[in-house]
């Protein structure tokens, strides 16, 4: 079992730059998975960024070379730097873990891209 917690989300200008971060309420070293997901008010829930002991990083068109995930494991958590933010990237940025055969989700947080 995992309690995810995001936090670092609120309002910025397009253009700027945004980190969410996601505590774990357990070491996450032993997390195979994680990543982040959004979802914006009518629109399905996407995937945003994804990093793997396996796999590494792997992030979604719309955000690629824009956005970084990145863990802490000493700190147990994972991190969502967000650069060149624009208005469509407005949404509830939510953290996600699978861990032995279990998906967990955080709470989510609001990331609003406004002028």
């Known amino acids: 079992q995992v309690q995810l917690e995001e936090s670092g989300g609120g309002l910025v200008q397009p253009g700027g730059s945004l980190r969410l971060s996601c505590a774990a309420s357990?070491?996450?070293?032993?997390?195979?998975?994680m990543a982040w997901f959004r979802q914006a008010p009518g629109k399905p829930r996407e995937l945003v960024a994804t990093?793997?002991?396996?796999?590494?990083?792997k992030y979604g068109d719309s955000v690629k070379d824009r956005f970084t995930i990145a863990r802490d494991d000493a700190k147990n958590t994972v991190y969502l730097q967000m650069n060149n933010l624009k208005a469509e990237d407005t949404a509830v940025y939510y953290c996600w873990a699978f861990s032995n055969g279990l998906v967990y989700w955080g709470q989510g947080t609001q990331v609003t891209v406004s002028s």
């Open positions: 357990r070491t996450i070293e032993s997390i195979p998975s």
């Open positions: 990093i793997t002991t396996a796999y590494g990083t």
